[in-house]
């Protein structure tokens, strides 16, 4: 008995270790965005024209400037470079991005896409325009931002994903069940208050690395199968290896 009441303090520090984690994560917020006239830029290029401007939805959308029709969303007209109004429809943050509809995505190309995308929306380059074109600059970009920010983190895009197939992940009342995954934050936590070097913690940010892209890989398996149940005990454990990767990140000497 008495050794079970000096361990009390231990397993105390332990479980506060894992009050940050348990958290939700906030969800990806869809700002509400009234359509708004459109703008101008030039017309994108031959590459563009095809790839990263092409964003894949149902609804059909019609350039208020030239009139051409889209079959799709489109940042910029594909016929004279104008700003489309910010109509998002029922368009993904995938097909905004022109990835695929799946969970497993190619970052890189995402980044590309991105990029090439800010470069012709941001607010920057429509400031002398400024009044309406400006404002829809804005929205296009601040829609823009959300989607890749969701769909470069491995936890935000699989709860996203898994609210897309209409399954609530990661909800305020949901408890962590696995012991395992529990005892490994808790030991990483104990590590990180032992740490005195910048050395020690770059090494369990590569520990951690290492179980985040593990968990990815399990994900991108279960969900080809469509299997929603077993995501879910698995998007658990991805979101308590985040917070700890981000608990690394924020370290200090």
Known sequence: MRRAVQQWPLLNRRLGALRPLLGRPAPPQR?????IRTGCVPPPSAALRHGAWRMFSS???ACARCGHAHNAFVFVCEACGALMPAEYGDSTHFSLLGAAPKFETDVEKVDETFKALQRVLHPDRHAVEGGATLELAEAHTT?????VSVLRSPLKRACYWMELNGHKILEEDQRITDMATM?????VSEAMDEARTQAEIDRLTEENKARVCGVESELAVIFQRSDFTAARPAVERLQMFTRIGERLDDWRA
């Open 59 to 61: 609804s059909v959308s």
């Open 143 to 147: 829609r823009l931002n959300e989607a």
């Open 183 to 187: 005892m490994t934050v808790m030991e």
């Open 31 to 35: 700002q509400p965005l009234n359509a």
